[in-house]
């Protein structure tokens, strides 16, 4: 799988939005991104997954760069419960060898 | 909903003393994985398990073995602990044809003196 690029730490304010980067010049045109969020003492979780095209869920928002050499995160309004670990990572379809989580970056907010 | 369960929740373990850590999951997933977390170098592969009856290995298995006997449970063996393997463990699972999905448990602290 190509290799992921993010800051190793960002810090936001409450109620806020945050735009967590990743860059990936080397991804295949059958590459996904995906991030994954890991909170304090606890697992890692899904947070959004894309291909091309911008996505929305929930939980967060995913813009894609055209060229798909790069990718936002984007937290509309962080709260404190949303200071973790963020995972951008690169998974192309097929196979079942699981996912190659990089550093991530630290999100601190501060209220 | 309990989705994946891990288990002991942490261990302190004497180092050669042999150590199963427990996974069950029970969303009838097929994939499953073992992580260990460590500071500074975040998440790697241990093992894993497309499906019942079948084992691979990922970026580093050497000390761990892994049993598939059933579709639920993805147990993960030390046979004889070294201080090295002190981390935290992770289990997770994956559904059918939702490749970069996975569902991961609450970990495993383990500690080896």
């Known amino acids: 799988d190509a290799k992921t690029t993010q800051p190793n730490s960002m810090e936001s304010n409450e109620e806020e939005p945050v735009h967590l980067p990743c860059n990936h010049s080397?991804?295949?045109?059958?590459?996904?991104i995906h991030w994954y969020r890991q909170l304090p003492s606890q697992g890692p979780e899904y947070v959004i997954h894309g291909l091309t095209s911008n996505v929305n869920n929930r939980m967060a928002s995913l813009a894609i760069a055209e060229d798909r050499k790069s990718s936002t995160l984007i937290l509309h309004r962080a709260t404190l419960r949303d200071a973790a670990v963020y995972y951008c990572?690169?998974?192309?379809?097929?196979?079942?060898?699981?996912?190659?989580f990089g550093k991530g970056t630290h999100l601190i907010i501060q209220p | 909903i309990a989705g994946i369960t891990q288990a002991p929740t942490s261990q302190i373990l004497a180092a050669g003393r042999r150590m199963t850590l427990r996974c069950t999951q029970d969303?009838?997933?097929?994939?499953m994985y073992w992580y260990r977390q460590d500071l500074g170098l975040g998440l790697r592969l241990i093992h894993y398990s497309n499906t019942a009856g079948t084992t691979g290995k990922g970026e580093v298995p050497d000390g761990y073995s892994v049993s598939r006997a059933n579709t639920d449970d993805f147990p993960l063996t030390l046979a004889s602990a070294v201080p090295s393997q002190t981390s935290v463990y992770f289990c997770?699972?994956?559904?059918?044809?939702?490749?970069?999905?996975?569902?991961f448990g609450s970990g495993t602290q383990l500690s080896v003196l």
């Open positions: 080397t991804i295949s045109g059958t590459d996904y």
């Open positions: 969303m009838r997933h097929n994939a």
């Open positions: 990572i690169l998974r192309a379809e097929g196979g079942a060898d699981g996912l190659t």
């Open positions: 997770a699972s994956r559904p059918d044809k939702t490749f970069g999905k996975l569902f």
